[in-house]
């Protein structure tokens, strides 16, 4: 296996011009190359490639690696890294965290991603008994999706003595097939745990400006109270 070795105590440039005086390096074609670098490695104009750095097998990167426009399969990341300009993936993105303005899929899925935006309100105030006229109408201010992995979520203040039954219907459609509901013993008086209910076909998605209508479908015996939701749009 070839190596070189590279010295430089400050910035190392993979150029041939006189900007670059602290390594002079000229074009090197091997099938196997390791390449020790103390600093920063700049591709400059000279590059017969374009500007462009081309990895057929791994790059590992201890510290910071700054892109601009990159073209990649799988991209796994153990230090940080900033990208000035657009990242396309072939593959898939391992990260830890990933922060962005905007994340699309084309032609694909996104996936495992932890939602960050929701809808959320409340079915009544906070200590009048519940009837089935308590409900709250929304518009999807986004298209999105309710999935069978983060399912809305329902609560009360106070407990009845036998199951509250919630429903959320889209443009005057339920989207379950068993409705969610919170029992007399659920923990937290969260819906999560006791019935959250099954989403007809496990998912559904909502387009712009749907109508989400938020409702209290059956009260349970006693006094609840204080009922809200939260839906993850995902």
Not at 20 to 45: E, H, M, P, R, Y
Not at 99 to 123: D, F, H, M, P, T
Not at 126 to 135: P, V
């Amino acid at each position: 296996m070839n190596s070189i070795f590279n010295g430089c105590e400050d910035d190392c440039c993979y150029e041939q011009s006189t900007g670059c005086k602290k390594s002079q390096w000229s074009n090197v074609t091997t099938s196997s190359i390791d390449i020790f670098v103390l600093s920063n490695v700049a591709i400059g104009t000279n590059n017969p490639l374009g500007n462009a750095l081309y990895v057929k097998g791994n790059l590992f990167v201890g510290g910071n690696t700054f892109i601009g426009n990159t073209m990649i399969g799988d991209l796994s990341l153990i230090g940080n890294s900033v990208i000035s300009g657009n990242l396309f993936v072939g593959g898939s993105i391992n990260t830890g965290t990933l922060n962005a303005n905007i994340i699309k899929g084309v032609s694909s899925n996104i996936q495992n991603i932890e939602s960050r935006l929701i809808l959320e309100g409340s079915l009544s105030d906070e200590t009048t008994t519940l009837t089935t006229s308590n409900f709250v109408i929304k518009r999807a201010p986004y298209p999105f999706i309710i999935n069978s992995s983060k399912l809305p979520v329902f609560f009360l203040n106070s407990l009845s003595s036998s199951s509250t039954v919630f429903d959320i219907l889209k443009n005057g459609n339920s989207i379950y097939s068993t409705k969610p509901s919170i029992s007399s013993t659920t923990t937290f008086n969260a819906s999560t745990y006791s019935t959250p209910g099954t989403l007809i076909g496990g998912s559904n998605l909502v387009l712009l400006y749907d109508q989400l209508k938020i409702s209290v479908d059956t009260v349970g015996t006693g006094t609840p109270n204080g009922a809200k939701f939260v839906i993850y749009c995902l």
